[in-house]
């Protein structure tokens, strides 16, 4: 071997010696951060742009230390604790009800630390055989854990935006007979139809919109006044409705736990409709099924029948990052069949060529959006090793005898109304003051102005919503991972409290 | 307070204790792993299926360790070094020069762990300012560490692929002013173009497609036949001529340093014939720049020439997560204008509706295809805080001086030849036996035979691609961390040893 003559026989970043200091370091501050979260504002108490402008607006011109002591992250980690700390809204904070839980478990923060360390390429199977494989093999034992047949193939994803949007191409596929071989969109003549309901994700209008149906192509299914589900006989009349003007109905998005009130869109009755509709007309769209918050509910075999039919979709996404807990970003896809799905999203470039035995592999890249993918199953392997899928159940199941306890106990209380079904985690909820009327209450501003008077406080944190009539609503959803009893029903006497004030923002913040 | 009754404090999920032991024997795994690297063979020694099948078919029923002890991650890190170890294709190795370098420096790990521990969710600018704001912040020094004019705003997506479809799908709706909020593509009549080269990533034609063009509407410009880039006069005519037929040209996709050999289109002279384009048609077609690689070159002030007139296309992506070593994934989009980004990509749900405050402040998740964001800011922020731009800076001129080293050796070398311009730190090379004629070799799969012989010894590791012209060469990418000109020089020396023998398989694997 030569040997190069004045060259270093390392550049001078970080060493594995000052890694490994800096790491220990590193370690000891999250377990601290995470040991004292509760003690800290659920939701961050800077304005826009505070943290922005605690930073240097020009980039720093060298390294904190100098080379051989690289290890030192004291600096770093005094910023982290004056500059970005302040501007954090604890999700992992066990009085954080907002949103949907987005727990991010120790365990699977480690499992994203050993892909980090590994610092492994997915761009094909063989730019990283390890990677692709454990895929493969913790997508198939999710799928075992919830109970979906074994025809579904998975592959883990950021989001369930992606994931939807990746759906929603591939069934604009599959409803042109490949046009993209072709002219693409433009060269259509029948309107592609796209089918949700008002009570979707975002998300799902967004991908509709992003994958060229437009704005006209994406039809609101009416939902039951009462469980917000959709509404399949409203379903099955406008799909035939439409056929008969001449439209293509291309795909249709169910939901399995909406954003808003955890509705649960009936899936066996919209394979049905489709079903009748391909018997009928020849026109199959394609069925996505949106579980992203739900999927960790499915782990939970008494709570499955939420999805009957499920085996008959196309395709479904959910989210082991929300309830189950496996650190962001963790949504998993699956096709009932990958291999149409795979004629879109392929690519085959000659820079990727590899051995004859490539082709024996599994290609995640043809199965999504992006070329190269991080090594997110470790994430996955490491939550079921460390934790156990015993424990996790366990946890969901202490947090739904939590909700029946908070409905049980909002429905007794005079004034307050649970608005919706609670067949999950999340409970909608409104209070009427008892002087409502005499006092000419606008009962949707005292809503958002009980909750931001909670969320201002900084001890709980909860998110309103709309339902479909306009009114607007809190949703109460349990599931940090850090959260126990006591804390629901802590959250229970904040709400009681901040909602019997008149004007709940004249407070002052409670700290 | 209210206590609850039976109810444990914590779910038996790992603990901040049992996290802070585990979490230093993993950093300490890595740090022996990341010290050891050079030991191992470059690329996976093991076929399709065999990590897979090392695996139990079904998933386990609980965790390793007993509640109180999950501490010990023994049995998982001994599983690592088993099961997962010989699958991963090293591409931290110093003898790496596939592909283009992904470096995932030891310092940006740390910045990704810190993200994890924080749990942070990025699903608005209320659900984590901190996350937002550094965003913000660190968009803003890459941009001046790489000399782009003030008017840029950027955001981190996951990949150079999200970030061009990205990127088309907001050049489509300015195309079509906003069809998305009409009838979609299918409403327009106008075939809608999309002009890039054959030598642009695989994720331009994908994205091309996904983003509803089809495959006739993407027209492939010629390119120089010894540069390989875009031919900007062909490019100017081809406007022109579809404009005369009818057809609206939607997006120009430029390469600064494409996949193959790297080549450098020019970008000043795109923007040129774009211009001339839309004075005399009124149709302006928006420019896209993929500098997933080159990005990083851009560093050095003195390679700036190479994008020059980049300040005046629409948007422009690249792969910190490449050369410079933030790790994947850390792929950077900026807009020239992010509002009309925002107008396509928006999302507006009740469900994340908040004080007042936040109509201030950024939303990301209007600009890009996800809601749900990890806070990838703290990468780049440990990157630059530890190691600092001036080393990064410093190793990068090395790789370039290992370059033009490596390339006189073998324009010098009898037989060899470097088949394209080097602009960077990629060489694409052939060797042409001295009898080849004689004995009627097919350079094309002695070539391929020759990169295959060493990638399979373990050795070091190279990957093939193809020119315009279909002949098969190998690709040098110089770059990865560990690497210093001595493994340049080893590299060089395999690669004449394999090439002479005539049948470089039939060696047996040298490990």
Chains 1, 2 share one sequence.
Not at 290 to 310: K, N, Q
Not at 440 to 456: F, G, Q, S
Request: proline share 6%; aromatic share 6%; glycine share 8%.
């Amino acid at each position: 071997m030569v040997r190069g003559s004045q060259e270093p026989l390392r550049s001078a970043t970080m060493t594995p010696e000052e890694f490994r200091t800096a790491g220990h370091a590193l370690v000891d501050w999250i377990a601290d951060q995470r040991a004292a979260v509760e003690s800290r504002p659920v939701r961050a108490q800077v304005e826009p742009g505070e943290v922005r402008r605690s930073f240097p607006q020009a980039p720093p011109e060298t390294g904190d230390q100098p080379v051989g002591h690289r290890g030192d992250i004291s600096h770093l980690l005094s910023d982290l604790d004056q500059l970005v700390l302040p501007g954090m809204t604890h999700v992992q904070h066990p009085m954080n009800f907002g949103w949907f839980p987005a727990n991010a478990s120790l365990a699977s923060v480690l499992g994203d630390l050993a892909s980090g360390g590994l610092g492994g390429l997915g761009i094909s199977w063989e730019s990283c055989p390890a990677l692709t494989e454990v895929e493969e093999v913790v997508c198939d034992w999710m799928r075992q854990l919830v109970g979906l047949a074994d025809h579904w193939h998975g592959t883990i994803t950021d989001t369930a935006s992606t994931g939807t949007l990746t759906a929603l191409l591939v069934g604009r596929e599959r409803a042109t007979g490949l046009s993209q071989n072709r002219r693409g969109l433009v060269g259509e003549s029948e309107p592609l139809m796209v089918y949700t309901t008002s009570q979707a994700h975002s998300s799902v209008a967004k991908a509709a919109l992003l994958a060229g149906f437009g704005y006209e192509a994406v039809r609101e299914v009416p939902v039951d006044p009462t469980t917000f589900a959709m509404d399949t006989s409203a379903l099955a009349d406008m799909l035939a409705a439409d056929v008969e003007s001449g439209m293509a109905p291309a795909a249709v998005v169910a939901s399995v736990g909406t954003t808003g009130v955890t509705a649960i869109d009936p899936i066996a009755e919209i394979v049905d409709a489709v079903n009748d509709l391909h018997e009928t007309t020849g026109i199959r769209p394609w069925i996505h099924v949106d579980a992203a918050l739900a999927g960790s509910a499915m782990l939970l075999e008494d709570y499955r029948h939420l999805w009957a039919g499920i085996d008959d979709v196309d395709s479904l996404c959910w989210n082991p990052h929300k309830w189950m807990g496996t650190i962001l970003d963790t949504s998993l896809l699956y096709y009932r069949d990958p291999r149409f799905a795979q004629q879109v999203l392929s690519t085959n470039p000659s820079y990727l060529a590899a051995a004859g035995s490539e082709n024996q592999a599994t290609q995640y890249r043809d199965w999504g959006l992006a070329l190269g993918r991080r090594f997110r199953a470790l994430k996955l392997w490491f939550h079921l090793r460390i934790d156990g899928i015993d424990t996790i159940r366990e946890r969901l199941r202490a947090d739904l005898a939590s909700t029946r306890w908070l409905e049980a106990e909002i429905s007794a209380t005079p004034g307050w109304e649970v608005v919706a079904p609670v067949p999950l985690q999340t409970i909608a909820v409104r209070f009427t003051p008892p002087d409502a009327i005499e006092r000419r209450v606008d009962i949707d501003a005292h809503t958002r102005a009980w909750i931001e008077a909670i969320n201002r406080s900084g001890d709980a944190f909860l998110s309103p919503t709309t339902l479909p009539d306009g009114r607007w609503v809190a949703r109460v959803s349990i599931g940090a991972e850090t959260a126990t009893r006591h804390h629901v029903e802590r959250m229970w006497e904040l709400m009681q409290q901040a909602a019997a004030v008149p004007d709940p923002n004249a407070l002052p913040p409670a700290i």
